[in-house]
């Protein structure tokens, strides 16, 4: 079982669309992380939320972690092709565990 | 400000030969992690080091597959008598020993280099 539940597994639309994408979990998280990848290359942070009901924002891409920390959501706004690929969430179970569990991931395309 | 540095990018091993992976994580970050990764999949963790110590090998293969994170030198993954189902994208990871977001410290800002991609033939 994925204990990190990532939907949709793919997305695709057109520019200028708005879209969400969702972590979910039924464990409690200390602090969760955004991540997106390109094809043929590493992971890159985009976000880390910490607090229960925290929202950050990062020019037209919003997070934010659910009350009980067991769950986060990405959203997008006014997609552009740029903003295509792998989107991963990962949470950290125990703060002094060293160790995040990772989503499999939404891949979006983001058609012109 | 070097990021974490992976070689080689690419590497092409044929079954029954060894595999070495190489990780140099960000300046000033003691703690490393591998993940594997299939097309289309997320990453799956492999190991946690510290210098000199293994923290987390719950994700390891029992067999062929070993670790280290040496007080010098990057950290390896080794991988004995690889076998077609190897073949997978290895990531590295590093994270200092504490992060700050938020006024909370968190160990799990983990910073990827551009893995290394293992075809076994």
């Known amino acids: 079982t994925q204990l990190l539940e990532q939907s949709p597994q793919f997305l695709s639309i057109q520019e200028g669309e708005n879209l969400t994408v969702y972590c979910n979990s039924s464990?409690?998280?200390?602090?969760l992380q955004w991540y997106r990848q390109e094809p043929g290359e590493g992971p890159v942070l985009l976000v880390t939320v910490v607090t229960g009901g925290e929202v950050k924002k990062l020019k037209r891409l919003t997070f934010q972690f659910g009350d009980a920390r067991k769950d986060s959501s990405l959203h997008i706004t006014a997609a552009q092709p740029g903003d295509t690929g792998l989107y991963l969430c990962?949470?950290?179970?125990?703060?002094?565990?060293?160790?995040?569990?990772f989503g499999d991931g939404t891949t979006l395309t983001v058609k012109p | 400000n070097a990021g974490v540095m992976q070689n080689p990018r690419h590497l092409v091993r044929r079954r029954g030969q060894e595999a070495r992976l190489r990780c140099s994580p960000m300046?000033?970050?003691?703690?490393v992690y591998w993940y594997r990764q299939l097309p289309e999949e997320g990453l799956k963790f492999m190991v946690y080091?510290?210098?000199?110590?293994?923290?987390?090998e719950s994700g390891m293969p029992k067999e062929r597959f070993s670790a280290e994170f040496p007080k010098e030198g990057p950290s390896i993954l080794r991988i004995q008598q690889v076998v077609r189902g190897d073949s997978a994208a290895y990531f590295c990871?590093?994270?200092?020993?504490?992060?700050?977001?938020?006024?909370?410290?968190?160990?799990?800002?983990?910073?990827f280099g551009a893995g290394t991609r293992l075809s076994v033939l």
């Open positions: 990962a949470g950290e179970l125990d703060t002094n565990a060293g160790k995040s569990t």
């Open positions: 464990s409690v998280f200390s602090s």
């Open positions: 990871a590093s994270s200092p020993l504490r992060s700050a977001s938020g006024g909370v410290l968190t160990k799990n800002i983990q910073y």
């Open positions: 300046k000033g970050h003691s703690h």
């Open positions: 080091l510290q210098k000199e110590n293994i923290i987390d």
